[in-house]
């Protein structure tokens, strides 16, 4: 996904809110905070972004499954506008170390409620409980990408139903490997990808999942994911350097989402349970899991999700001045 960028962008005349008051999340059972999502993909469930990097899960593990992942963008083709009308007063910007949206250490997500209905397995309840969640990632990030100058609009959110569905990014297949799939502001949820017969009627898992997608499309609209992939061409996708890039951006995803559970904790209806979950559940997947090399070590994967969730400020989620040993 990455490409000359398009000109989505918010109300200029909105002004720029004050971003950065949203308090600090709360440790894995700490009794007075955090719920709301276990990002999904334990047993081989994937979620795929822009790079459909597949990651198997471990024979016989019903716990192992691929990280969420970003599907790499046709590098030649136009780019595409996101959902909804366009305002191209503001821009986005493409760099990555030193993105003006990861500088200032006092930003984090906004504290706000979030209401979402009672999950249940079927294809319009799904829809019903990802348009509502989606409504709360707007909510919490409009306003950072504002204050910053940036562009924002929310996602196009497509449920294909079939075995297979076309994007911009190309033809994807709907399986275990691809529960969700980011391409040029556009999020596909498949409900034959979400494994519900395994995670059943477990919100926090489903959140997750989008938040970490949601955190993709934060960095295409900030230009942080087009900069990105120049690079990754540029180093080549295969070399150590391409695959340790694509692995910056991964992470970057995975902090961004932690940051949204992390910040919505126990308000609305979303629960301490949850967020436990989600909080343990991170060191089960990973490149050690998948045998892969462009998610990040397991470890690693669970530390900046961690590092999103209980800080909540959006400059501890600047990857692309990590040392190579914490995006391994």
Known sequence: MTT????????????????????????????????????????????????????????????????????????????????????????????????????????????????LPEWRSTQEAAEEFFRAATACLDEAWEPVLQAHDLPFQSPELIFPTGSEFDSECGTISVGVQTAAYYCEGELFLPFEGLQTQQYGNNPGVYLALLAHEYGHHVQDLAGIMEAAWDEIYREGRNTSAGQELHRRMELQAQCFSGMFLGSHVERGTVTRDAYDNAWSDQATRGDDTSGGRDHGSNENYATWWRTGAQDNRIAECNTFTATSESVR
């Open 4 to 115: 000359p960028r398009r000109g989505t962008a918010g109300d200029p005349d909105t002004g720029k809110p004050d971003v950065s008051t949203g308090t600090r999340g709360w440790p894995f059972g700490h009794r007075a905070a955090l719920s709301a999502c276990v990002v999904l993909m334990i047993a081989g469930l994937v979620v795929v972004a822009v790079t459909g990097g597949s990651e198997e899960p471990v024979p016989g593990d019903p716990r192992a499954a691929e990280p969420p992942s970003v599907a790499e963008p046709p590098p030649s083709s136009p780019g595409q506008g996101a959902a909804g009308s366009a305002d191209t007063s503001a821009e986005p910007v493409l760099a990555l170390d030193d993105h003006p949206l990861l500088q200032d250490e006092q930003v984090g997500l906004p504290n706000l409620e979030c209401y």
